[in-house]
């Protein structure tokens, strides 16, 4: 199983991004996905999360300005990022909890990271 996220810029303070990460690999289920970001000489923190019924969770940070979707047909989760703040600069991580052919488990695998850099 693997994750590609993609999507990630440079865009001046109040301008708009939008990630996506899709899952690949023997997958038969994906339940929770989720964007995290660290920024520099910070610890990773969550972003958003969606669960397969679609339900959302954001941080308070972005809450108004970020809209985390997904679509279950392509094994894909999406981040629009609206108003973007130089403080929202990080690098951003995707991850899904995957049921696979291989592991029966629900694990959970992360993609490679994507650079957002918010200029002021």
């Known amino acids: 199983v693997q994750l590609q996220a993609s999507g990630g810029g440079l865009v001046q303070a109040g301008g708009s991004l939008r990630l996506s990460c899709a899952a690949s690999?023997?997958?038969?289920?994906?339940?929770?996905m989720g964007w995290y970001r660290q920024a520099p000489g910070k610890q990773r923190e969550l972003v958003a999360t969606?669960?397969?019924?679609?339900?959302?969770n954001y941080a308070d940070s972005v809450k108004g300005r970020f809209t985390i979707s997904r679509d279950n047909t392509k094994n894909t989760v999406y981040l629009q990022m609206n108003s973007l703040k130089p403080e929202d600069t990080a690098v951003c991580y995707c991850?899904?909890?995957?049921?696979?052919?291989?592991?029966?488990?629900?694990?959970?695998?992360w993609g490679q990271g994507t650079q957002v850099t918010v200029s002021s």
């Open positions: 991850n899904a909890d995957i049921i696979s052919i291989i592991v029966v488990l629900p694990t959970t695998y």
């Open positions: 969606i669960t397969s019924a679609g339900s959302t």
């Open positions: 690999g023997n997958i038969l289920r994906i339940n929770n």
